[in-house]
């Protein structure tokens, strides 16, 4: 996607030369202010000029305001004959006027007010003046201050042409489209609605996880609607000083009431919109002021002149509730992870630029792809050009779409570590717990492949379950059994090691504790605690873990929460250890194929199992 900028900054215009000229004069000045100096003098101490003086050596002196300038009646061995002493000593010494008077012929003795008034009041005030001028000029480029030309600089504007975004690049997430449709018709034919009489919204917030499309869907409007498109991301707005991120906002909605019927597109407003604070450090401040404009220009302009402000953030829980007030932003619209028949669009869009071969079953790759978002998708198909590239292949076939699925979920083949023999039976034995148990627990999802094979982000092995539809509820047996399964793997290590597990299933563990806390802190799942929700305030409904959890329950209740999630991990862990012991010729069948053959995939599983069902 490209988008032809337009940068309009005026201070760019000014030529590189004229800059290292400007530069450059500060240099030059305080140069020849220090060229004017007399140079060619000896520099006495008070004590020496004292001597001198005594002596009748002076021939003339001429007292200025931080020094004393004199001449020699005979030049000295170096051939001077003027002498400067510093101030130091000078205004101490009260007897100075005196001896002055009487050593100094008649008249050769003055004082002045030094260098003269030129050299010492004009000359550095006029350095200061365009050392300042020049300060001024360079922050002024960087960005300083609130001159318009500067916070005109940053959106971008749509790009006809080619790299037009519409609504056929968009796949999967119909339900979001379907709502921009009537926005679409709004931008292209304002008048119509005008007459209608009919009130279009003034802000659209799309809202969804990342990598949905929320971007994309911003340009296809535009795209479709063919109309400018100012596109900004809410970081853009903050800056360092304060006034410049309010003075963008002024711009643009200045610049886009020129231009309408147009498109604002504030991405990621959720770096620009948070919550206001009472105090705060500078950044809030500037924050809080970029704000407060953003609301006010949104108050000011009327939406039937044909301006849309569009808005994305996957953050919504921490936007300032003024931004989702009427007439701001006050239609959300969802842009969710797509199901699988969205799956398998979106990836019939992204195939379209890459030849694959005939053989190829989208639907069968969107089954397996469960939870991925529109994003993920993309990169999937372009993981499978590249496998099947690196194998010099003509076209993109289904294991490469394989391959490739297995590098994003479980990082890439780390074939080349080299591991001790008996590193390599303990991570068998861990992934064939994990298998077995998988196998054993019902409803959990189906094994696609247990390997031993090292890959990235520091796995021995990995099981790999799919599921075999989108799964949205999940009982509270289901997250059991899958805490059982995650266990399984040191489980396993126990039994055949006599209780000595390994370091290497941090994971499996953080995952299965994660669960379990969830399970009494959201899912009202444990009977000790009963049907309550601790779940903390502002709780980001698409990142994990996305913002603290402010605790407003008392500490024996937090107390309360860690036993009852021990006493469901340590539930989960005796049934995965009883499975285990009734099954430990079914578990060592699987071990010792993994250690011959490294990888086993569903049916192969099924084979070693075949017999042991009983
Ligand atoms: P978001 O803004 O929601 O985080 P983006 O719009 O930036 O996601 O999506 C990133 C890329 O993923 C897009 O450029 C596109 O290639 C792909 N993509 C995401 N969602 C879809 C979709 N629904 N249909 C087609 N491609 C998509
Ligand atoms: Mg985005
Ligand atoms: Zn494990």
């Given at each position: 996607?490209?988008?032809?900028?337009?940068?309009?900054?005026?201070?760019?215009?000014?030529q590189p030369?004229?800059?290292?000229?400007l530069a450059?004069?500060?240099?030059?000045?305080?140069l020849?202010?220090?060229?004017m100096?007399?140079?060619?003098?000896?520099v006495?101490?008070?004590?020496?000029?004292?001597?001198?003086?005594?002596?009748?050596?002076i021939?003339?002196?001429?007292?200025?305001?931080?020094?004393?300038?004199?001449?020699l009646?005979?030049?000295?061995?170096?051939?001077?004959?003027?002498?400067?002493?510093?101030?130091?000593?000078?205004?101490r010494?009260?007897?100075?006027?005196?001896?002055?008077d009487?050593?100094?012929p008649?008249g050769?003795?003055e004082?002045d007010?030094?260098?003269?008034?030129?050299?010492?009041?004009?000359?550095p005030?006029?350095?200061?003046?365009?050392?300042?001028?020049?300060?001024y000029l360079?922050?002024?480029?960087?960005?300083?201050?609130?001159?318009?030309?500067?916070?005109?600089s940053?959106?971008?504007?749509?790009?006809?042409?080619?790299?037009?975004?519409?609504?056929?690049?968009?796949?999967?997430i119909?339900?979001?489209?379907?709502?921009?449709?009537?926005?679409?018709?709004?931008?292209?034919?304002?008048?119509?609605?005008?007459?209608?009489?009919?009130?279009?919204?003034?802000?659209?917030?799309?809202?969804?996880?990342?990598?949905?499309?929320?971007?994309?869907l911003?340009?296809?409007?535009?795209?479709?609607?063919?109309?400018?498109?100012?596109?900004?991301?809410?970081?853009?707005?903050v800056?360092m000083?304060?006034g410049?991120?309010?003075?963008?906002v002024?711009?643009?909605f200045?610049q886009?009431?020129?231009?309408?019927?147009?498109?604002?597109?504030?991405?990621?407003?959720?770096?620009l919109?948070?919550?206001?604070?009472?105090?705060g450090s500078?950044?809030?401040?500037?924050?809080?002021?970029?704000?407060?404009?953003?609301l006010?220009?949104?108050d000011?302009?009327?939406?039937?002149?044909?301006?849309?402000?569009?808005?994305?953030?996957?953050?919504?829980?921490?936007?300032d509730?003024?931004?989702?007030?009427?007439?701001?932003?006050?239609?959300?619209?969802?842009?969710?992870?797509p199901?699988?028949?969205?799956?398998?669009?979106?990836?019939?869009?992204?195939?379209?630029?890459?030849?694959?071969?005939?053989?190829?079953?989208?639907r069968n790759?969107?089954a397996?792809?469960?939870?991925?978002a529109?994003?993920?998708?993309?990169?999937?198909?372009?993981?499978?050009?590249?496998?099947?590239a690196?194998?010099g292949?003509e076209?993109?076939?289904?294991?490469?779409?394989?391959?490739?699925f297995e590098?994003?979920?479980?990082?890439?083949?780390?074939?080349?570590?080299?591991?001790r023999?008996?590193?390599?039976?303990?991570?068998?034995?861990?992934?064939?717990?994990?298998?077995?148990i998988?196998?054993s627990?019902?409803?959990?999802?189906?094994?696609h492949?247990?390997?031993?094979?090292?890959?990235?982000?520091g796995?021995?092995?990995?099981?790999?379950s799919?599921?075999?539809?989108?799964?949205f509820?999940?009982?509270?047996?289901?997250?059991?059994n899958?805490?059982?399964?995650?266990?399984?793997g040191?489980?396993?290590?126990?039994?055949?090691?006599?209780?000595e597990?390994?370091?290497?299933?941090t994971?499996?563990?953080?995952?299965?504790?994660?669960?379990?806390?969830?399970?009494?802190?959201?899912f009202?799942?444990s009977?000790?605690?009963?049907?309550?929700?601790?779940?903390?305030?502002?709780?980001?409904?698409f990142?994990?873990?996305?913002?603290?959890?402010?605790?407003s329950?008392?500490?024996?209740?937090a107390?309360?929460?860690?036993?009852?999630?021990?006493?469901?991990?340590?539930?989960c862990?005796?049934?995965?250890?009883?499975?285990l012991?009734?099954?430990?010729a079914a578990?060592?069948?699987?071990?010792e194929?993994?250690?011959?053959?490294?990888?086993?995939?569903?049916?192969?599983?099924?084979?070693?199992?075949s017999d042991?069902?009983?």
């Open positions: 996607m490209r988008f032809s900028s337009s940068r309009p900054d005026k201070s760019r215009r000014l030369r004229w800059w290292f000229l450059l004069a500060p240099v030059v000045i305080v020849a202010y220090v060229a100096r007399p140079t060619s003098v000896r006495l101490s008070y004590g020496q000029f004292k001597k001198k003086l005594v002596a009748r050596q021939k003339s002196v001429r007292v200025g305001s931080s020094e004393l300038l004199g001449e009646t005979e030049p000295s061995k170096d051939g001077l004959r003027e002498f400067r002493v510093s101030r130091v000593g000078l205004e010494d009260d007897q100075l006027p005196a001896l002055l009487q050593y100094v008649e050769a003795y004082a007010s030094g260098p003269g008034v030129i050299q010492n009041t004009l000359l005030g006029a350095v200061l003046a365009v050392l300042l001028g020049g300060l360079v922050a002024r480029r960087a960005g300083f201050g609130t001159a318009m030309a500067f916070a005109k940053r959106h971008k504007m749509y790009g006809e042409g080619p790299d037009r975004v519409t609504f056929d690049d968009v796949a999967g119909d339900e979001a489209v379907g709502e921009l449709q009537e926005v679409v018709g709004f931008l292209k034919t304002p008048e119509k609605f005008r007459k209608l009489g009919g009130r279009i919204p003034k802000g659209i917030l799309l809202v969804g996880p990342p990598g949905t499309g929320k971007t994309l911003a340009k296809a409007v535009a795209g479709e609607a063919g109309v400018p498109f100012f596109s900004l991301s809410g970081s853009d707005f800056e000083f304060v410049v991120g309010a003075a963008r002024r711009s643009l200045a886009a009431e020129e231009k309408a019927p147009c498109l604002i597109f504030i991405d990621e407003l959720d770096a919109g948070k919550a206001r604070s009472g105090g500078g950044g809030q401040d500037e924050r809080d002021q970029t704000l407060n404009q953003l006010v220009a949104m000011g302009f009327d939406s039937n002149r044909g301006i849309i402000v569009m808005a994305a953030t996957n953050r919504p829980e921490t936007l509730s003024a931004l989702v007030r009427p007439g701001r932003f006050d239609r959300n619209v969802t842009v969710d992870r199901d699988i028949g969205g799956r398998e669009q979106i990836l019939r869009v992204h195939v379209k630029n890459v030849p694959c071969s005939d053989a190829i079953n989208l790759i969107a397996m792809t469960s939870g991925f529109g994003a993920d998708l993309a990169n999937l198909v372009n993981e499978a050009a590249l496998m099947a690196r194998a292949k076209s993109v076939d289904h294991l490469d779409f394989e391959r490739g590098r994003i979920v479980a990082g890439p083949e780390k074939r080349q570590r080299i591991l023999t008996d590193e390599v039976r303990r991570i068998a034995v861990h992934e064939a717990g994990h298998a077995l998988a196998r627990l019902p409803g959990l999802d189906p094994v492949k247990v390997s031993i094979v090292g890959r990235g982000g796995l021995g092995g990995f099981t790999l799919l599921p075999e539809e989108d799964r509820l999940h009982t509270g047996t289901w997250l059991k899958t805490i059982g399964m995650l266990l399984g040191t489980a396993a290590e126990e039994l055949i090691y006599d209780g597990i390994s370091d290497g299933a994971s499996d563990l953080q995952r299965a504790t994660q669960i379990a806390r969830r399970m009494v802190t959201d009202g799942m009977p000790a605690l009963g049907r309550v929700s601790y779940q903390g305030e502002n709780r980001s409904p990142i994990p873990g996305g913002s603290s959890v402010e605790a329950w008392s500490e024996q209740t107390r309360e929460i860690d036993l009852e999630v021990r006493r469901i991990l340590d539930g862990l005796d049934t995965t250890r009883s499975i012991s009734r099954r430990r578990l060592e069948a699987i071990t194929a993994l250690i011959a053959r490294e990888t086993l995939d569903a049916a192969e599983l099924n084979d070693l199992l042991d069902w009983a």
